[in-house]
């Protein structure tokens, strides 16, 4: 990929590769209510909040894009990953874009991924985010060009979401509803 595309009326969802219940919860809910709404789901396809994320959006006839890292020979979930490319591409209101760098490191890879995916979209939203997490670099990313970061709260007592507490506590906007995004967009 030379040049990021502008994706309109978008959210790039992301998701610690740990997730809970909850968090394929909030995915779900939040991913179709906000695809039905009009706004394109992008994700990378490394977890399971991207994929089912990306899966939602496309079941409920909403748009979706996923970015695919270079580095597909490194993923834990290479199944996942065919299924989920092929999904998108059989679909017409899936896409696909393939980050096409050779890198040497896998972190590398990702790393530019997200850039890719945070450049195209209108805002950020976490759901789930470990405190030693990849994410945080991703959003000092957005935060960097200006793309509002959206965070949903957790359960105190889960480490998955610690991430995401700290995010609020620097600065991330709350979300509680898909509607909090949707205003954002004004959709």
């Given at each position: 990929m030379t040049q990021t595309p502008k994706i309109h009326n978008s959210v790039v969802i992301l998701g610690g590769s740990v997730c809970t219940e909850y968090?394929?919860?909030?995915?779900?809910?939040?991913?179709?209510?906000?695809?039905?709404?009009?706004v394109n789901i992008v994700s990378g396809l490394e977890t399971d909040i991207s994929f089912l994320s990306l899966k939602c959006a496309l079941n409920v006839g909403g748009y979706a894009s996923g970015f695919l890292a270079n580095s597909l020979k490194f993923s834990r979930k290479i199944e996942k990953v065919n299924v989920a490319t092929k999904k998108l591409l059989s679909n017409k209101k899936g896409r696909l874009?393939?980050?096409?760098?050779?890198?040497?490191?896998?972190?590398?890879?990702?790393?530019?991924?997200?850039?890719?995916?945070i450049k195209s979209c209108d805002c950020v939203l976490v759901i789930e985010a470990l405190v030693e997490s990849r994410i945080f670099q991703a959003v000092e990313y957005a935060v960097s060009i200006?793309?509002?970061?959206?965070?949903?709260?957790?359960?105190?007592?889960?480490?998955?979401?610690?991430?995401?507490?700290?995010?609020?506590?620097?600065?991330?906007k709350l979300v509680d509803s898909y509607k909090d995004i949707t205003d954002f967009l004004n959709i």
């Open positions: 968090g394929l919860n909030v995915t779900k809910c939040f991913s179709e209510h906000l695809a039905k709404a009009g874009y393939v980050v096409s760098k050779d890198y040497s490191k896998t972190r590398n890879a990702f790393i530019t991924r997200d850039r890719y995916m200006n793309k509002p970061v959206f965070v949903i709260p957790g359960n105190i007592f889960s480490y998955t979401s610690k991430g995401c507490s700290f995010l609020i506590k620097t600065g991330a």
